[in-house]
């Protein structure tokens, strides 16, 4: 499934800041905390919870939060459906990313094993 420039561009236009505490509020309804958040998002993005705290307080879009991102080089191990898209389908690189997140955090909110959520080799 493609998406549209309209859904590509809303997504790099919206601002990390406006979407983290709705992060918050799904995984700590699940029984998660915001430390395993930013946990995640560190192992995703290289931010440290300094960075992403300065992220947030300066309202960054999405499009500036993954400009300045280290992607995980196993980032490209985060498949399956998330909103309705095959993420590893997704041919725009910054929806792409958006959704390597939003993947992320469903998975923590599910109770995943951090060692899976990190896709961590298995000795």
């Known amino acids: ?5 309209k859904h590509n561009d809303r997504i790099a236009n919206m601002t990390f800041s406006s979407v983290y505490p709705m992060y918050v509020k799904k995984v700590e309804a699940k ?3 915001e430390e395993e958040l930013q946990q995640v998002i560190t192992w995703l993005t290289g931010f440290d919870n300094t960075k992403l705290q300065e992220l947030i307080d300066k309202k960054v879009t999405f499009h500036q939060f993954f400009q300045m991102a280290t992607l995980n080089p196993n980032a490209g191990l985060i498949t399956g459906l ?12 910054l929806t792409k ?3 390597y997140l939003d993947k992320l955090v469903d998975e923590l909110a599910k109770g995943k094993k951090m060692e899976k959520i990190l896709r961590k080799e298995e000795a």
């Open 1 to 5: 499934m493609n998406t549209t420039d």
């Open 31 to 33: 029984g998660r905390t």
């Open 82 to 93: 998330i909103c309705g898209y095959r993420i590893e389908d997704i041919e725009n690189p």
């Open 97 to 99: 990313q958006v959704r």
